[in-house]
T-cell receptor
Framework: GAVVSQHPSRVICKSGTSVKIECRSL??????MFWYRQFPKQSLMLMAT?????????EQGVEKDKFLINHASLTLSTLTVTSAHPEDSSFYIC????????????FGSGTRLTVV | AQSVTQLDSHVSVSEGTPVLLRCNYS??????LFWYVQHPNKGLQLLLK??????LVKGINGFEAEFKKSETSFHLTKPSAHMSDAAEYFC????????????FGTGTQLKVEL
């Protein structure tokens, strides 16, 4: 099967610091990875689409300088929340797409970020 | 543009009784439709997907959904609820003409009572 590992599962950081979240496809090559943000009791909102070897495409309203995405290899994408503030506290989930048909989306287990 | 509407934010059933989670979609193109389940503080698990093949789709854990184009619906059902089914369920649409983006519904919280 297709497995996506997301790390860390939980992180607490101080305001003003940066946090990096990793998303790895363990048994397949993911040409495209997606980053979502989920507020409590709400749905997932797509933040950006990340293609290996190119710049990420951000959704409207998402600050690309605040949420840095790097997709350096076919199995790893990272999301760095820079200069974090309490309002950045949220549940972040990555997803990797297997193959080109677009049907095979696999989600990571999510990262709970708390900024204090 | 594409969208999904989950008609119920909360559904409560008794264990052993049928489950019905409603979803209506809107899409300019032939859609691919998915149902995902999310347990607390966990990622999403795919229950089933419709990709223009059979309109009745069977998924994992006894769930199934029927694609009805005339009603633009993709309701999720299960004949007999189990306590372990209690979770958040998301209906998701991906349009073939809309790139590879998934659009999520607002979710339905399923509660299963003894």
């Amino acid at each position: 099967g297709a497995v996506v590992s997301q790390h860390p599962s939980r992180v607490i950081c101080k305001s003003g610091t940066s946090v990096k979240i990793e998303c790895r496809s363990l048994d397949f090559q993911a040409t495209t990875m997606f980053w979502y943000r989920q507020f409590p009791k709400q749905s997932l909102m797509l933040m950006a689409t990340s293609n290996e070897g190119s710049k990420a495409t951000y959704e409207q309203g998402v600050e690309k300088d605040k949420f840095l995405i790097n997709h350096a290899s076919l199995t790893l994408s990272t999301l760095t929340v820079t200069s974090a503030h309490p309002e950045d506290s949220s549940f972040y989930i990555c997803s990797a797409r297997k193959g080109e048909t677009g049907y095979g989306y696999t989600f990571g287990s999510g990262t709970r970020l708390t900024v204090v | 543009a594409q969208s999904v509407t989950q008609l119920d934010s909360h559904v409560s059933v008794s264990e052993g009784t049928p489950v019905l989670l409603r979803c209506n979609y809107s899409s300019s193109y032939s859609p691919s439709l998915f149902w995902y389940v999310q347990h607390p503080n966990k990622g999403l698990q795919l229950l089933l997907k419709y990709t223009s093949a059979a309109t009745l789709v069977k998924g994992i854990n006894g769930f199934e959904a029927e694609f009805k184009k005339s009603e633009t619906s993709f309701h999720l059902t299960k004949p007999s609820a189990h306590m372990s089914d209690a979770a958040e369920y998301f209906c998701v649409v991906r349009s073939t003409g809309g790139g590879n983006k998934l659009t999520f519904g607002t979710g339905t919280q399923l509660k299963v009572e003894l």
